[in-house]
């Protein structure tokens, strides 16, 4: 259970590392736009193993097949778009002696005690490539709101362990996150990034890090009072991607050191709109969007295969040690990045579609 | 929308700050459970405002009374419990400037901006007697997991403003939380939050806080892999209470700052279970409970409603200034504590059956 | 479980025969609907019972109370508008026998198979008391419908036992309806049902019959391919009544006899609009609506309790006799058109609104 | 929209007639279940096109790989499981004027009216070729169903046009339903059927029929109070089958002609179980299965394909002459009756799954 996402705009995925295939069905989205295999593969080109020397040597070319929904002259037909990425750079027997011993803080136990069996190559339904089918899927979720609504998602590192970029309001563009392997737009601190992972893979140990993600050009009015607020949704979004360990929207924790008068966002009237002169709230008040850039962090914890020996138990339930193999990724935020940003395009898309189903088509002007 | 929470443990609420009432309606408690509105209400005490020095002089009996779902022999039957709690005192005149002029950091704008009118008094549906019936749903879902699976949930105040408890490992009592009107468990601190409060409010001010729950006795298994993760869950539930802006799980922010080595949790056999000797996970890998004790934290900005004068603008877009007025708490977390047990328990409940209907009442061994 | 229908206009019911009270809470209405309990009230006293000479004596006023969902102007806010209807006239002991012995035929066993134990009076949850909140809803429903798009919905007795009106394409107004106490617009007709109703009472037995339904109006394209067809969707909320046994939408089982020739509806151009010349489909192809009046039937089998000494077991197995008291209907099918009504009236908002969702409100007139 | 089916057994198809491929994701399936594609494959068989003289000549493999969800030792792991068919048979050509005519009674002009374009070949997602991931995913409920609960469920041709096999309560062997090309259990009749629908064939006509449903070994409990009564989502299974245009559980629009005393189910003690002497509830009372087989008929309308000229439109609404070209069924029932088996299996596990969550896992017995 678990594998459905979305309201409105939904996708459900499947797949394990190391079977057939991962994949997603797109339901719900709108007919007439242009799509074309090529938009999902650079999207997917971003979270890919194997770019850079920072990232995990394991090489896929991860090329997505569309199987439905997509009409003779390329557009969207309505109806479900599926599409599927074929595995084919597996090498199992890196798993033999993981299949038997648990890995720590990997989901290895956990499956294991949730189903009495597991599929244990590549850590299955685990693995971080089951974030191909939401990046997929993101794809065409970032699409229509730029297309339709002119808005944009940017997620970018923000900090790498200890390691972190000056504080600053810019939103930086995808040219200045792109410019380097660790995706951080400020360049100096991009270079200590890349270093001190480069020092945690030469250790066989891994670091984590902090995504900042903004959304520009939002609508006010996104969101749905009491449970299903837009942050509510980011939150569950963010943390339920492999390795997240925190979400903040706005001022986050950081705002519980403020008093309300110095944290609050006074309204002003700028050029006719109504806007706020801070942002502390980060876009969204009462868990709707009031028109500001959409502000959110997403923790993730380093990476959990490591390349030194750990006490654990196996199976059936003797201690022992256990030394990682595998191809992994010594920091994993470079390319939770696009995931992120897949995430919250999936999010906001869909309250955008629950926000004009109920508040945009009906005309009561006639009633008395 | 979104009015709705879970899948099989399921609640849908109801209700304005100055309406007739709010309410909730339970779907899918199993049936045969003792249950009366006595053990509703202490739940819903807790949350009362008036109870103390530094909670609002609102005075509301909120006394709750239980509509269906109910034997003659005082048992749940299975089907829907709705539960109702009369408005009694309403101010409403204290709310004619702000349904005109828009308090800063609050969701009047937003709501305006959603629906094109809005219900003012009070807050309206943003107000937090919203949470009367989470409360209510989730003193039956407690009462569900103590009963049948010994599971307790318990959440406090760990630091408020910028006084923070010291860090420990000890999971406090209910009878330490409850013991100060600030539900923080060491008795030091919770006297120095205390009196920060109070000069809070007598500055016309407002502070906010954190708030750390934990989760025992909880058995391996529960939560669903990719979307539904049990933190992701936690997450949507803990950022859809009004005020909250961040989520952290085991580790959380602090986490990134760590290396893999340091941040792994070892698992260990402890008279003969398979245990973790750390706790970073959180009681959760992979989205699935390992049977530690989950554990997080929920931050809550300052309240937005100061006495002070703020800039905003009004309905029409005019520039001008707002001064609080109503019965607001200072700091909204001690009255937070019992809500975020109330979320956290509906939470745990749903993913309980989802996991029972899954794994746990098949038995293939007949199979060939 | 269960008590939830809709996705976006949604409806979560609760309530028994002999507690509180029955309510619904109606999540996803449109902001800015002028409403009043007035309203609601007309349409539950179209189901009310004690309205005529062929109806339970049971008296209940059925007075809604709206608890929530409304401004000051007395608009809809878009917040959840809950509705209750407080239980009054009560005589449980009427069922004190039934609640030992199974009432054929009723729910009486399958309740207390499924939940180990029961709310017996009044038949419960399983009352048909519980349609109150469908009905209360259903006229939100209504009226939307019919101010937002001139859509009807309008449900008669097409038959009593084997006493059936004529044939006829022609739609009945409401005041034909409503003209006589069996809501058989064919006068003669109706007067011959109303004989056999009573003739039906004084031998202690009962009859069924069929509801006719017909909602005009209707815009081409609501209804989702594949699960959701709107046919299947009424399907479900027809089949969700107490004694309905069967649904057919246009020439529905008698269709099986046509060849497909003769039962194909031809297109044609009518003043500048694609219709077709016949109606078999009943205003549905493929699961989406064609612009053609919604046209189907609903089966209802003979009210389960009668006057007269029939065969059953008690709790504990033994075989015994049981025969009926309590106050209730001889036929069902008067009172079940208003709420066949309610019903369609509430899949088919909700589907224009999905539709509304994925279909209306994007504009990709700028891609490339 | 509309794609997923089911709460906690779910599926969600896709794939177009003409596309890549159809395929299905399963999510929920229990773990521990040997599964392989043989077993799937031999059910898709069973509704695969060009498989006797009296359906259409399309040839399709129809083979099925499943793409994920399975462990090395050939179990169920709990994930989700895709199954995917690839199109093979293609003749697009056959369809050109199709998708510029609006064929009559077909989905071509409610497509076109709801999202503004389509997929035209072979029907896109109208097809009937849709079913296959409905049949692969109801292989595996059917399974699960035989094996753990011993639970089966059997359909059959009842008639084709006027001719109707003779009423009778023996439920028919799966060897006496597969033992003729038509599936109707009774040979003679089988005979007449089969004759009738070669003259159809043979006139370029089409005809329709009843199939028939048996539900056996059912345990009573099944099914939710009020909306999702086990017979309304059996209704919506049904009704969302292509063709179909009504459905009946138990003595369905016939039970309209009796009265209650005639009726009504009498109850009796029969071997220390209880059950009822007759079946005229088919095996739900109140929405939840009493123990007695569940049964009920789905009527299906003849095939719209005619190879006969008919009127209509065209995409600019001129009117013009359509002749029925492609491959098609003149009868479309018996291939029906595996997929109202496999859909009558997913409604059934489901409901057993929710039934087992909130009643048959709790143990309150230490309350007090």
Not at 258 to 264: E, K
Request: net charge neutral; with cysteine.
């Amino acid at each position: 259970m678990g594998n459905t996402f979305g309201q409105l705009f939904r996708i459900t995925t499947f797949g394990e590392s190391h079977g057939a295939g991962i994949g997603v069905i797109l339901d719900g989205c709108p007919p007439g736009l242009l799509l074309d295999a090529a938009e999902i593969q650079r999207e997917l080109d971003r979270r890919r193993p194997g770019q850079s020397s920072i990232s995990t040597p394991r090489k896929e070319a991860d090329a997505v097949e569309i199987l439905s929904g997509i009409t003779r002259d390329g557009l969207t037909a309505g109806t479900p778009i599926a599409m599927i990425v074929r595995n084919t750079d597996q090498r199992s027997s890196a798993y033999d002696e993981m299949s038997v011993r648990f890995r720590p803080s990997h989901a290895d136990y956990t499956y294991q005690a949730k189903y009495g069996l597991r599929i244990a190559e590549g850590g299955g339904r685990a693995s971080a490539r089951e974030t191909i089918g939401r990046v997929a899927a993101g794809a065409v979720a970032k699409k229509i709101l730029r297309v339709a609504d002119g808005v944009t998602v940017t997620a970018w590192v923000e900090s790498v362990a200890d390691i972190r970029m000056p504080e600053g309001d810019a939103a930086p563009t995808e040219a200045e996150i792109e410019a380097n392997e660790v995706r951080c737009p400020h360049p100096e601190t991009a270079a200590r990034m890349i270093e001190r992972i480069k020092n945690a893979r030469a250790d066989g140990d891994s670091v984590g890090g902090v995504i900042k993600c903004r959304i520009q050009n939002v609508p006010a009015g996104l969101g749905e009072p009491v449970f299903d607020r837009l942050e509510a949704d980011l939150a569950k979004a963010m943390l339920s991607l492999p390795a997240s360990k925190g979400f903040e929207v706005g001022s986050g924790f950081a705002g519980t050191l403020m008093t309300g008068l110095a944290h609050n966002d006074e309204f002003e009237n700028r050029d006719g709109r109504i806007r706020t002169s801070t942002n502390r709230s980060g876009g969204i008040q009462g868990g709707i969007s009031n028109g500001e850039d959409i502000v959110f962090r997403v923790a993730f914890k380093p990476t959990a295969t490591v390349m030194r020996a750990q006490r654990t138990v196996d199976k059936d339930g003797n201690e022992c040690e256990l030394t990682g193999k595998g191809r992994h990724d010594p920091c994993v935020v470079p390319r939770a990045a696009p995931i992120v940003e897949a995430m919250a395009a999936l999010v906001l898309l869909d309250h955008r579609m629950r926000h004009a189903a109920q508040n945009q088509t009906f005309d009561f002007a006639r009633q008395d």
